[in-house]
């Protein structure tokens, strides 16, 4: 599966991050990328710049599909944090869960706790457009 090659053993799985229409703040099963990655809830000014760390080292595929993904359906809505975080703690919940891949500064923001949210590294892509569940 483009661009996580490394989900070809079926133990690996890519979720969306949950939204709400902006002019409604209604929830919705949409998503602001058509392929579910490249539009990123990036950090405050306050929040670790991972993605920042990253490409000044040299990992330019970090932040790749951010710079070809069109950026204009990001503004049609508002990251959902509350039903993110709460989607992510039923996944750390279950036993046969190994990793939860997300991006540091929402670990942060959205108060994540459990020790199977952890940093993916400089040398994978950017999970602050998608979650990353892996199985033990």
């Excluded at 919705?28 to 392929?35: C, V």
Aim: charged content about 25%; some cysteine.
């Amino acid at each position: 599966m483009f661009p996580h090659l490394s989900h070809n053993d079926g133990q690996k799985l890519d979720l969306a991050f949950c939204y709400k229409i902006k002019t409604t703040l209604i929830a919705t099963n949409e998503a602001p990328s058509p392929i579910g990655y490249g539009i990123c809830e990036e950090p405050t000014t306050a929040e670790k710049n991972t993605a920042e760390f990253c490409s000044q080292r040299g990992y330019w595929q970090y932040s790749f599909l951010k710079s070809v993904m069109p950026q204009g359906r990001k503004d049609d809505f508002v990251f959902y944090g509350e039903k993110t975080k709460c989607l992510v703690e039923l996944f750390c919940q279950d036993n046969r869960i190994g990793k939860v891949f997300i991006e540091p500064h929402l670990k942060l923001r959205l108060q994540l706790t459990n020790s199977k949210i952890r940093f993916h590294g400089c040398q994978a892509v950017r999970h602050d457009d998608h979650i990353h569940v892996q199985l033990n």
